[in-house]
């Protein structure tokens, strides 16, 4: 579920109990980690799976840059001996053009969103920069069961502006043959909506069925498209940040709070639980590492956090501390 089409990423206001003082994320009683279902994760680059046993892990995708080896010194050259000859007048030289600045690096591909399909046979996903498309967005998908080194096929490819508070998500609709998808976009004519929503098509000849702004598809495409007619919106409350919802309606997500004092400002991540439609939660635990919540863990009672570039695992019940899942971001887990 494209859990964030109608919470904005920026922070809002939010309703909840709040704790003077939230007990830190690391401490408590760890979290146990049960790992069933499809997980899928990123490292610079590279997309990668496992299904229902995290040490049996699957390369599904590399678009890191390749390593070149060092380059081999050159041999010496024998100086020439030396012979008197008369000092050759030094040619004028004529001052050439000024080199033009080089354009600015393109940075390295990254995958951005992934999701995985019911039967755990299709796994999509938006890659920024790819190596054949730098600059640019890309809704690809693969299989699992295909033979290692097999390339993605596209489905969309659009610029890329890498706005940091425009988040890229993508889910595969039950019939698995669609891929729901949303990214920053700029549209000519310019619209009023940086976001768009498309949907790409699966099979013989892969293709984006539908595309439009954001507040298009809120106000009537969703319902208009035969491709997500029987897609329901997600509710507007609670209104959090990287906010999840889980099996049952649970939700995670967090909150920014701005802790100030006469010496220092710094900003601490809550991680927030609570009901999908209702305003109210509770403030979980608060890490002063920037935080972000990525997707429920098949039970139910646990949600996968991202910090440092690694994910975690947060029992939401009870006094539990965060726990090591993967080294990598982890992009979505499904049961």
Same mark, same amino acid.
């Given at each position: ?22 007990? !830190? ?16 994760? %990123? ?85 920024? !920069? ?7 967005? %890309? ?28 988040? %890229? ?167």
């Amino acid at each position: 579920m494209l859990a964030g089409l109608v919470v904005p990423v920026a922070l809002v206001a939010y309703v909840a109990a709040r704790d003077p003082q939230p007990r !830190n994320c690391g401490s408590g009683l760890s979290t146990a980690v049960h790992v069933s279902g499809a997980i899928v994760w %990123s490292t610079p680059g590279v997309l990668w799976l496992a299904d229902g046993d995290i040490s049996r892990s699957q390369k599904l995708a590399d678009y890191a840059p390749v390593r070149q080896p060092p380059a081999s010194p050159s041999p010496p050259t024998a100086a020439a001996s030396p012979v008197a000859s008369p000092s050759p007048t030094p040619a004028a030289v004529t001052p050439g053009p000024s080199p033009s600045p080089s354009p600015p690096p393109i940075p390295a591909a990254a995958i951005e969103a992934a999701a995985v399909s019911a039967d755990h046979k299709l796994v999509a996903f938006l890659v920024s !920069n790819p190596p054949d498309e730098p600059g640019k967005i %890309s809704l690809r998908y693969v299989s699992p069961q295909d033979p290692p080194g097999t390339a993605a096929k596209e489905l969309f490819s659009g610029a890329w502006g890498g706005d940091p508070d425009l988040v %890229s998500q993508v889910t595969v609709l039950p019939d698995s043959q669609h891929i729901l998808f949303q990214v920053a976009h700029h549209f000519d004519p310019p619209e009023t909506d940086p976001v768009l929503v498309g949907v790409g098509e699966i099979g013989a000849v892969p293709r984006l069925a539908e595309q439009d702004p954001l507040h298009l598809f809120i106000r009537g495409d969703h319902a208009a498209w035969p491709e997500t007619k029987d897609y329901k919106l997600p509710p507007d409350q609670p209104r959090l940040q990287s906010r999840v919802i889980g099996p049952n309606g649970r939700v995670a997500g967090l909150m920014v709070h701005i802790v100030s004092t006469p010496l220092v400002s710094r900003s601490l991540s809550e991680i927030v639980r609570g009901r999908s439609g209702s305003p109210q939660g509770t403030i979980v635990c608060a890490s002063a590492d920037p935080l972000r919540t990525v997707a429920f863990a098949p039970d139910g009672h646990s949600v996968a956090v991202v910090r440092r570039g690694a994910t975690e695992v947060l029992d939401l019940d009870g006094d539990h501390s965060l726990t090591p899942l993967v080294r990598g971001a982890a992009l979505a887990w499904r049961p």
